[in-house]
T-cell receptor, first 110, second 115 residues
């Protein structure tokens, strides 16, 4: 099955700085890569996604890049704000299942 | 107006007991899921139902039995609870099976603590 690895497990940045979270996947059949944000005690919520026919996607301060050849994808958050503090999960979909990474706890220091 | 709601939110019980968690979605979605999130925050799928039919059944002990009376409901029953079952259980739904769509809508989670 698909194996998704996510790094780093924890990340602290100063407010206003950028944050980058990286994921790799193993199954070349994966064609959809969403990112979920989970605030403390809350449910995971989709923040951005990218399909395998696209190399980059941006939504305001959030961007995701995908390198299919290397089987890795990354989440970029610019101008971080305290409300960006949360656990972020990447995921990969090879067929009818979503395989999640192990999560990155992002802390934005005011 | 909660989209995916699950009850109870918190559940504390003794080893060996049987418990159930209920989930309902009012989004009109065809597919529902149960995910388990352990203490290290790892999210892992347990089951998926599409229109009341089981389509994903990951390696989960037989003590866990899902039931979908209709496509808006997916309940999880756990027999003979063990310490290792302590986790947060998330119900989720999607418009179609994940092969055709992407976004999962999660419930707020049910934190199960087995003593």
């Amino acid at each position: 099955g698909e194996n998704v690895e996510q790094h780093p497990s924890t990340l602290s940045v100063q407010e206003g700085d950028s944050a980058v979270i990286k994921c790799t996947y193993s199954d070349s059949a994966s064609n959809y890569f969403p990112w979920y944000k989970q605030e403390l005690g809350k449910r995971p919520q989709l923040i951005i996604d990218i399909r395998s026919n696209v190399g980059e996607k941006k939504d305001q301060r959030i961007a995701v890049t995908l390198n299919k050849t290397a089987k890795h994808f990354s989440l970029h958050i610019t101008e971080t704000q305290p409300e960006d503090s949360a656990v972020y999960f990447c995921a990969a979909r090879p067929a009818n299942n979503l395989f999640f990474g192990t999560g990155t706890r992002l802390t934005v220091i005011p | 107006d909660t989209a995916v709601s699950q009850t109870p939110k918190y559940l504390v019980t003794q080893m060996g007991n049987d418990k159930s968690i209920k989930c309902e979605q009012n989004l009109g979605h065809d597919t529902m899921y149960w995910y388990k999130q352990d203490s290290k925050k790892f999210l892992k799928i347990m089951f998926s139902y599409n229109n009341k039919e089981l389509i994903i059944n990951e390696t989960v002990p037989n003590r866990f039995s899902p039931k979908s009376p209709d496509k808006a409901h997916l309940n999880l029953h756990i027999n003979s609870l063990e310490l290792g079952d302590s986790a947060v259980y998330f119900c989720a739904s999607s418009q179609r099976p994940l092969s055709n769509t992407g976004e999962l809508f999660f419930g707020e989670g049910s934190r199960l603590t087995v003593l």
